[in-house]
Nanobody, 125 residues
Framework: QVQLVESGGGLVQAGGSLRLSCAASGRTFSSYAMGWFRQAPGQERESLAGISSSGASTYYANSVKGRFTISRDNAKNTVYLQMNSLKPEDTAVYYC??????????????????WGQGTQVTVSS
């Protein structure tokens, strides 16, 4: 069974950068797609980025395209989210997720079946 643990959240000023990490354990990490989501208070969870099992294909939501980069290191069983040019509206709890039955990149939340516990990102103005 896959387990996910996020890290790297924190407080940053607007315009700054953070890199989130998500360490996976259990099934062979290189066999499934991964994604990042976020949820701000009072809002629905939002799909941000996805990456295929090999890392060759990626997806980005329009809200983060050009500012965020998803990547993975299959040797380290870790997926990353590099976040640059952060804005106060990026403040949210960030979650990584695994789509353990798919290798291709997916955006739809319902395609993900394993979730991390979340890490808080706060961007001050």
């Amino acid at each position: 069974q896959v387990q996910l643990v996020e890290s790297g959240g924190g407080l940053v000023q607007a315009g700054g950068s953070l890199r989130l990490s998500c360490a996976a354990s259990g099934r062979t990490f290189s066999s499934y797609a991964m994604g990042w989501f976020r949820q701000a208070p009072g809002q629905e969870r939002e799909s941000l980025a996805g990456i295929s099992s090999s890392g060759a294909s990626t997806y980005y939501a329009n809200s983060v395209k050009g500012r965020f980069t998803i990547s993975r290191d299959n040797a380290k069983n870790t997926v990353y989210l590099q976040m640059n040019s952060l804005k106060p509206e990026d403040t949210a709890v960030y979650y990584c997720a695994a789509s353990t039955t798919r290798r291709m990149v997916v955006a739809r939340e319902s395609s993900y079946d394993v979730w991390g516990q979340g890490t808080q990102v706060t961007v001050s103005s």
